[in-house]
T-cell receptor
């Protein structure tokens, strides 16, 4: 079985400071990892993904994430937070061994609050 | 980029009636679509996988007779909540996988449907 843990319900950070939203995962094979952001009463929007290659992946809106296999983590980061980054962030994982479009497992979500 | 359109965005219905939610892939074909339900302050719960031309695959605990899924074409999947009750009130979201190597492509989500059953 695969699982995702987002240990923080909410993360507060001052505008201009670096932010980190934590994510750890568990899969049997190699992971496909994703970060999504959800705006209020909207669907999710893709930010970035790790499939293979460089452990540091860059995505939309200045976000990046670092894949750490030994710690089974995929933390979302941004060097300088903006108030407009305040939203709900979901980490997701899928086992690369699964054939076809097997389901993706989502974390419970982390509310990011950037304080002006 | 790939766009998924979901309609309606909000619906209020009376208890006992049925509601249909549509999910369309606008600029790509989707042989598979996913339907989720999201409770307040909770993650997305996968309800079912919609397969074009065949029966949907429902997750454990999801009533297939209550949540009817039809994937009639390569661009349209519908979810019908039959005989809706107040406990069915929730935020329903559909998604479709993007193009590219299976499983490595991100999901493209509709904007969701807020269902309120009175």
């Amino acid at each position: 079985a695969q699982s995702v843990a987002q240990p923080e319900d909410q993360v507060n950070v001052a505008e201009g400071n670096p932010l980190t939203v934590k994510c750890t995962y568990s899969v049997s094979g190699n992971p496909y990892l994703f970060w999504y952001v959800q705006y209020p009463n909207r669907g999710l929007q893709f930010l970035l993904k790790y499939i293979t290659g460089d452990n540091l992946v860059k995505g939309s809106y200045g976000f990046e994430a670092e894949f750490n296999k030994s710690q089974t983590s995929f933390h979302l980061k941004k060097p300088s937070a903006l108030v407009s980054d305040s939203d709900l962030y979901f980490c997701a994982v899928r086992d690369s061994r699964s054939g076809g479009y097997q389901k993706v497992t989502f974390g419970i979500g982390t509310k990011l609050q950037v304080i002006p | 980029g790939a766009v998924v359109s979901q309609h309606p965005s909000r619906v209020i219905c009376k208890s006992g009636t049925s509601v249909k939610i549509e999910c369309r892939s606008l600029d790509f074909q989707a042989t598979t679509m996913f339907w989720y339900r999201q409770f307040p302050k909770q993650s997305l719960m996968l309800m079912a996988t919609s397969n074009e031309g065949s029966k949907a695959t429902y997750e454990q605990g999801v009533e297939k007779d209550k949540f009817l899924i039809n994937h009639a074409s390569l661009t349209l999947s519908t979810l019908t909540v039959t005989s809706a009750h107040p406990e069915d009130s929730s935020f329903y979201i559909c998604s479709a996988p993007g193009q590219g190597v299976k499983g490595s492509s991100p999901l493209h989500f509709g904007n969701g449907t807020r269902l309120t059953v009175t």
